[in-house]
């Protein structure tokens, strides 16, 4: 496995521990469901500020479920097959407020800590009315507090809007080879942007360090953030939902496949631990990663986690998805997908691009690189050898034109015009023909 990730050639891993159920403590506690239904009831309890101050229809922060049978169809020239069941697009490229998965976590740390904040401060109007943390009082205290993260990009611009909007003072470590357009944002936003030289994980000791011991700041740590984990798990009782709508069902006759782009980890690890709880076996779940980028696939098959980086392989984190140039897992994530990942898939920035151009034209949808990594995941399972021997392992092939398959979209509307026209173009002109 080490040869063909240093190869940087496509491979998919199948994870040999999975379990039935996920056994997950942080800190000396345990978490379990009952955290994702906390969560869940704490940001119902907020929708009437959602609804006024962040414009989110009934103050839900919720995407679409779409069916994409157009792409489907457009894949078997490309992949010399079809892909037998019912396929959707789980829409986070257009989520309000940050056009990303990271509106998820982001506004649901950000709501936390001002909690946290107005309880210190005995003000108990927080949850009182829409304008609950918008009360002059709490707004004068968030401004005597900043919000420190680093981010690759869309977490910062998630929290430097959600964040600038509450009332806290956001500061941003970056990369220096984070995307242009995503730092004149936050600097527009005015969010302080800081810039370092290294790769993710060094921004991370940064911001870190840059934190610590300063009094009001609180440190958003990717790497290790209980808070963004519930976050985004919110979004399995999400689909949940809606497969009930759609009258999906899941059970042993209709396996559910959910595929998520990676970086960190900690978006995948949070919807993984909730999809897993409620679906059990039923459900089969794949982490999707760059060539360039595969942390976590790397930091499972060595059973190493958060203890081995890319760089160890030579493996340079260059990759046009910015959003999942991540060469170091994070430890709470790396814990959670470890028992309930079925598998792992890497996937060439060419195939990306490719990808981007074909959504564009089968289905309307304008994706970030990124959030294209999820939609090779069922051609990995069907075309390729371990993938099949994973479905025939598992009896899936007898119903798999029942199967639903969601590939997470993770990002895309807030991506400006001509960089989405020039990714669009670059797709087009590929000579790649063959996946
Ligand atoms: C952050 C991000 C991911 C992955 O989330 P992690 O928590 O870093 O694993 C996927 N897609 C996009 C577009 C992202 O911004």
């Known amino acids: 496995m080490e040869n063909t990730l240093k190869a940087l050639n496509e491979t998919i891993w199948i994870n040999p521990s999975l379990k039935k159920s996920c056994s997950l ?6 978490l379990t469901m009952a955290d994702v239904f906390e969560a869940k009831a704490f940001i119902d309890k907020m929708a009437p500020y959602l609804s006024e101050h962040f414009s989110l229809a009934d103050g839900m922060l919720a995407s679409p479920l779409t069916p994409i049978s157009s792409f489907q169809r457009t894949l078997i020239t490309f992949i010399g097959g079809r892909i037998p069941g019912h396929w959707y697009l789980k829409g986070d490229h257009a989520l309000p407020i940050s056009g990303s998965i990271k509106a998820r976590g982001g506004i649901y740390t950000l709501l936390r800590y001002a909690e946290k904040l107005a309880k210190s401060h ?44 509450i ?51 609180y440190f958003i740590d990717d790497e290790d953030s209980v808070d963004l984990f519930l976050g985004y798990s919110i979004a399995g009782l999400e689909l949940q939902a809606q497969l009930e709508t759609l009258e999906r069902p899941v059970d042993s006759d209709h396996p559910l496949f959910v595929y998520l782009p990676c970086g960190v980890g900690g978006a995948p690890s949070g919807i993984a631990f909730a999809l897993k709880a409620i679906f059990g076996e039923n459900v089969h779940l794949f982490t999707a990663e760059p060539t360039h980028a595969p942390c976590m696939l790397l930091g499972l098959s060595t059973e190493r986690w958060h203890n081995i980086s890319v760089s160890e392989l030579g493996i340079d984190g260059q990759t046009l998805a910015d959003g999942l140039a991540v060469g170091r897992s994070s430890e709470l994530a790396s814990k959670t997908l470890s028992q309930v990942l079925s598998g792992a898939y890497t996937v060439s920035d060419e195939k990306l691009l490719r990808m981007l151009y074909l959504m564009h034209e089968a289905e309307g949808i304008d994706l970030e690189p990124s959030a294209l990594a999820g939609l090779i995941g069922p051609a990995k399972l069907y075309y390729e050898t371990d993938g099949f021997n994973y479905l025939k392992t598992h009896k899936l092939l007898e119903v798999a034109e029942q199967a639903t398959h969601v590939s997470w979209a993770t990002g895309g509307i807030m991506v400006p015009d001509n960089v989405m026209a020039q990714d669009i173009k670059r797709g087009q002109d590929s000579s790649l023909n063959t996946f």
Do not use: C
């Open 25 to 30: 403590s942080h800190d000396g506690r345990l």
């Open 122 to 165: 005995q003000m108990t109007n927080f949850f009182e009315s829409a304008a609950g943390p918008a009360s002059p009082e709490l707004t004068t205290i968030y401004s005597q507090h900043t919000v420190v993260v680093s981010s690759t990009g869309n977490l910062g611009l998630s929290i430097g809007l959600i964040g600038k909007s």
């Open 167 to 217: 009332g806290f003072n956001v500061e941003v470590h970056m990369s220096v080879d984070a995307k242009d357009w995503k730092v004149e944002r936050l600097k527009a936003l005015g969010a302080q942007v800081i810039q370092h030289a290294g790769d993710y994980s060094e921004s991370v000791k940064l911001g870190r360090s840059s934190a610590s011991g300063r009094p009001n700041t």
